[in-house]
């Protein structure tokens, strides 16, 4: 079965760039839909944004839209976020999960990494 790993802590300021990883346990991540999800202190679970097929394409939310991409390894089995002009409120702890349809709702995903913090000081 196909695990989801997610590595390390991450503390920038306001105006940095960051790249997140998610690595697969197998090679079959190529066959899923990855997305990423974020979660603040307080808040329920939100979309961030997905990577879809290969060659592939993504969507993200419109907070994020036009600062944050993301891109797909096949070989390395690793997908990443990467994000662009942080802002505070982007702190979060961001997770990546995957499907086979993809979708918004993180209730349509049944594989997860375990999260990795992400922290933005002003």
């Known amino acids: 079965e196909l695990e989801l790993f997610q590595f390390g802590e991450k503390s920038v300021q306001a105006g940095a760039s960051l790249i997140l990883s998610c690595e697969g346990s197998?090679?079959?991540?190529?066959?899923?839909?990855v997305a990423w999800f974020r979660q603040a202190p307080g808040k329920e679970r939100e979309f961030v944004g997905e990577?879809?097929?290969?060659?592939?394409?993504?969507n993200f939310t419109d907070s994020v839209k036009g600062r944050f991409t993301a891109s797909r390894d096949n070989f390395r089995n690793i997908v990443k976020l990467h994000m662009n002009s942080l802002k505070p409120e982007d702190t979060a702890v961001y997770f990546c999960?995957?499907?086979?349809?993809?979708?918004?709702?993180?209730?349509?995903?049944?594989?997860w990494g375990q999260g990795t913090q992400v922290t933005v000081s002003s």
């Open positions: 999960a995957a499907n086979s349809v993809g979708g918004r709702s993180p209730t349509a995903y049944d594989l």
């Open positions: 990577i879809i097929g290969d060659p592939f394409s993504y």
């Open positions: 197998k090679r079959l991540l190529s066959n899923y839909v």
